[in-house]
């Protein structure tokens, strides 16, 4: 059993920046691939960033690729989601997600475990 616990969210301006953070519980946290996930309001979930076991691999949407980046610190069990040149339609609630993953080097978009969410607005 993982336990994810997302902060970080706001009210920001577009342009701003912000950085997500994800608390895993437990002491497996280094086995979970991790994602981002966010969901806006009257849409279907989507995904957003996933990062592999030891952090060396990476995968963003294209809706954020150059403009947020993903990364972990296994020794906090925390992941992060630096958001960067944020566009009022990245206003959502946002996840991290665990992926089960028998690999230390790839990224697994599996989820199994979620947090439960923090809410980004952008205005414009």
């Known amino acids: 059993q993982v336990q994810l616990v997302e902060s970080g969210g706001g009210l920001v301006q577009a342009g701003d920046s912000l950085r997500l953070s994800c608390a895993a519980s437990g002491r497996t946290f280094s086995m979970y691939s991790m994602d981002w996930f966010r969901q806006a309001p009257g849409k279907e979930r989507e995904f957003v960033a996933a990062i592999s076991r030891s952090g060396g691999n990476t995968y963003y949407a294209d809706s954020v690729k150059g403009r947020f980046t993903i990364s972990r610190d296994n020794a906090k069990n925390t992941v992060y989601l630096q958001m960067n040149s944020l566009k009022p339609e990245d206003t959502a609630v946002y996840y991290c997600?665990?992926?089960?993953?028998?690999?230390?080097?790839?990224?697994?978009?599996?989820?199994?475990?979620w947090g439960q969410g923090t809410q980004v607005i952008v205005s414009s």
């Open positions: 997600a665990a992926s089960s993953s028998a690999s230390w080097g790839a990224v697994a978009i599996t989820p199994t475990y």
